[in-house]
């Protein structure tokens, strides 16, 4: 079942902060972040997994709220490499396969 | 380093016409390996992964079809296309499964005319 992602678009000055959400009906493993600029292919950003254990970038935050089967992405002092489409991607088992489901994206855009 | 490679990188074709999309990784062993689809402004679907040569495991019902022919090798194919075929393919890997990123190659984008 595909996770849901919220906001669908966010638009931003640089240095603001934002925060995308992920969420799911079923008990996750884990979720995955990554971003995509235009045209490119998904770059990863953060693995957070049930339990509590995370990695990623030193340079992005995210946290995993296991009860309500929620992440949520943390881009704070955002620069305008920062734009692109932020997708989360969830496993629900735990089996080792890495089936990911992703979320349908969302949108963001940093102006100077 | 690892690194993956995908061909073509892009490629319009007939409907009806056969496909074989391929992807390459290398500096690393047995990785899992991932066949996604992205039709325009959407996200990723997976179709196919595999933990091993000749296991393939396929996601969504389809006339798309997948290989594992060696080790770092997977291949997508088709007999006929459909023009819902079209999209952006991407190939991925990871040294696991989810405890463990999925790197992406640079994506093969299909258009089915």
């Known amino acids: 079942q595909q996770p849901v992602q919220s906001p669908q678009a966010v638009i931003l000055r640089e240095g603001e902060d934002a925060v995308i959400n992920c969420s799911s009906s079923k008990a996750l493993y884990s979720v995955h972040w990554y971003r995509q600029k235009h045209g490119e292919a998904p770059v990863f950003l953060m693995i957070l997994l049930k339990g509590g254990e995370q990695k990623g970038h030193d340079k992005i935050s995210a946290s995993f709220n296991e009860k309500k089967q929620q992440s949520s992405l943390y881009l704070t002092a955002s620069q305008l490499s920062y734009s692109g489409t932020y997708f989360c991607g969830t496993e629900r088992d735990g089996t080792s396969y890495g089936k990911l489901t992703f979320g349908q994206g969302t949108i963001l855009t940093v102006h100077p | ?113």
Request: contains cysteine; aromatic residues 10%.
């Open chain 2, 1 to 113: 380093s690892q690194t993956i490679h995908q061909w073509p990188a892009t490629l319009v074709q007939p409907v009806g016409s056969p496909l074989s999309l391929e992807c390459t990784v290398e500096g690393t062993s047995n990785p899992n390996l991932y066949w996604y689809r992205q039709a325009a402004g959407r996200g990723l679907q997976l179709l196919f992964y595999s933990v091993g040569i000749g296991q393939i495991s396929s996601e969504v019902p389809q006339n798309l079809s997948a290989s594992r022919p060696q080790d770092r090798q997977f291949i997508l194919s088709s007999k006929k296309l459909l023009l819902s075929d079209s999209g952006f393919y991407l190939c991925a890997w990871s040294l696991t499964g989810g405890r463990d990123e999925q790197f992406f190659g640079p994506g093969t984008r299909l258009t089915v005319l």
